[in-house]
């Protein structure tokens, strides 16, 4: 089996679909003011004091603690289709349709949240890891289920589906620090590639 993993945000789009996802649902106003709100840990996230799962749960809670499961899965979908599209970079998916043709195993490695990162991979057909949310009584509680699928988080991730010892050659894509541990693993690494 020859298997290809690539990052999401930055590597195969040009910008972090998180932020964009919540301008999708709440509109820049909002997002400017949650900014403000929450201005102090996005400042701590930005110097290494608070984690990139701290932020994403201050902010999942803000923007969306308490909606109904099914509409937050709603929302994903919508944004999967049209507004996450117009931020692929098209070598990436040029990339990914080569692979593809070869028959290497194609899987999307994420801290993207899995609502709109399964949708959009399900219709390359192609694998998805991505964060996790939680819901209780099917309501967002605004905390992740387990960690942010970043660092080493993806290489557990990955080993927990895949058996990497059946693979004859891996191939990695990645383009920030939280891709190092996915691209260490790679007999070819692509950093910065598209």
């Known amino acids: 089996m020859i298997i290809a993993f690539f990052d999401f945000d930055g ?12 301008i999708f649902t709440e509109g820049k106003k909002k997002v400017w003011i949650g900014i403000i709100v929450n201005f102090i840990s996005i400042i701590g ?13 201050k902010l999942l809670t803000y923007f969306y603690k308490d909606l109904d499961q099914d509409r937050f899965s709603e929302l994903g979908i919508q944004y999967s289709k049209s507004p996450l599209n ?15 043709e070869q028959g290497h195993q194609v899987v999307v490695v994420s801290a993207s949240i899995s609502q709109w990162l399964e949708p959009w991979c399900k219709r390359l057909e192609i694998d998805c890891i991505a964060t996790e949310i939680e819901f209780k009584n099917n309501k967002l509680t605004g905390k992740l289920k387990g960690n942010n699928c970043i660092g080493p988080e993806k290489v557990s991730r990955i080993n927990e589906k895949y058996n990497l010892k059946t693979s004859d050659y891996i191939y990695a894509y990645g383009n920030s620090r939280g891709d190092k541990e996915i691209l260490k693993i790679a007999n070819e690494k692509f950093y910065r590639y598209f």
Do not use: M, V
């Open 11 to 22: 590597t195969i789009t040009k910008k972090d679909s998180f932020i964009d996802f919540i």
């Open 45 to 57: 996230y930005y110097l290494s004091i608070n984690s990139g799962q701290f932020l994403k749960e």
């Open 86 to 100: 117009e931020t692929i970079r098209p070598k990436a998916l040029k990339r990914i349709e080569w692979h593809k």
